[in-house]
């Protein structure tokens, strides 16, 4: 049975193991993928004391455990591969910050964020992903919010394509955090695009209210560089560990995934400041309308001002007024209001105002 969601381990002893995250509704499932060079198994996992794996086999073992929301099932993985308690409360608390930690030569913990867009709501969403590499296997914990975001991966396994089958859990490692981080570039690619979009429409003037949509896209940039941020430093650290469960061979397709890091920071960055100019010009635009408004009506107050006090002095009820006895004066009042009015307009243009 699914526990309810938590948002905090505030009051509960180191290594306790809680679900922080949203509600989950499906149970757990554990898929176990065996392979080398001329070998591929797949199967599902139906009772956990099958799912324990090991490395003195001679092919690459990776179990794939698609739900953390289960701390029974967390719990038991951890003590068939004996994990320590502190990691899998890390793994069960979806937010635990992108890290990597080295356990001398026994595995490597590895946790980041999977980040989906989503076109209906126009905002992104994170998974919790945790890896756990030891010598000659690779297991991985995910949120089962999605499909398998490993899909590519395992498709590259089973159809024999590409360096994966050939190499060691190392590189699948790589493949699985290069498939997360590509898929970061493909997001801000998205992102830019619509930036652009909405750039042209605020300085072209067809965008009446984008005030609210830039200050939603700026929220979604800030979110994504928090989980990314955390990755350069997370790999840098990676690249400088002497382990041997990372082959030096590896190292230069960690160092690729770290420069794709640096530009999706680089572009976060850049989009963050296009965002800050766009929000700048959107207010400056809505000032210069305001002062284009607030001109027209000074023009118009200027004009009828000395019209209006010619009116007041002639709806006074005096007797002795001559101008109201002349018999077109009222003619005469009308033509001097507008070459009066006219001469304003002409003299405010003259000047510029206008």
């Known amino acids: 049975m699914t526990p309810p969601p938590n948002t905090s381990t505030f009051g509960l002893s180191p290594g306790t193991l809680v679900y922080v995250g949203p ?112 010598s000659n296997y690779l297991i991985s914990f995910q949120e089962k919010r999605t499909g398998d975001i490993f899909g590519p991966v395992l498709d590259r396994i089973k159809a024999s394509v590409g360096k994966t089958r050939r190499n060691g859990a190392d590189y699948l490692l790589f493949s699985l955090i290069d498939l997360i981080v590509d898929n970061y570039l493909e997001i801000l690619e998205r992102m830019s695009e619509e930036l652009e979009e909405l750039e042209g429409l605020i300085l072209a003037g067809k965008h009446k209210d984008p005030i609210s949509e830039l200050y939603s896209m700026k929220r979604q940039l800030t979110l994504m560089r928090k989980y990314v941020l955390p990755l350069r430093d997370m790999l840098s650290q990676g690249l400088r560990e002497n382990s041997k469960l990372i082959g030096k061979s590896t190292f230069p397709y960690f160092r690729d995934v770290h420069d794709h890091v640096i530009t999706a920071i680089e572009t976060i960055d850049s ?84």
């Open 271 to 354: 989009n963050r400041e296009l965002l800050t100019g766009l929000i700048d010009i959107h207010y400056s635009t809505l000032s210069s309308r305001m002062n284009t408004v607030m001109k027209t009506l000074t023009i118009y107050s200027a004009v009828f001002m000395p019209l209006t006090f010619i009116v007041g002095i002639y709806g006074m009820n005096f007797d002795n007024m001559p101008e109201l006895r002349q018999p077109n004066g009222y003619f005469y009042t009308l033509g001097g209001m507008a070459v009066l009015a006219g001469g304003l307009l002409i003299y405010f243009r003259r000047r510029g105002w206008m």
């Open 23 to 134: 509600e989950v509704a499906k149970d757990t499932t554990l898929k176990i993928v065996k392979y080398n060079e001329q070998y591929h198994e797949q199967h599902t996992i139906k009772q956990i004391k099958d799912c324990q794996i090991s490395g003195d086999k001679p092919y690459i073992s990776w179990l794939d455990v698609d739900g953390i929301h289960e701390s029974g099932v967390i719990e038991a993985v951890g003590l068939l591969h004996n994990i320590h308690p502190l990691l899998l409360e890390d793994i069960m608390n979806t937010r635990q910050k992108p890290k990597i930690e080295f356990f001398n030569e026994t595995y490597v913990f590895v946790s980041l964020k999977m980040l989906y867009w989503r076109d209906e709501a126009g905002e992104i969403e994170a998974e919790h992903v945790s890896f756990l590499l030891g």
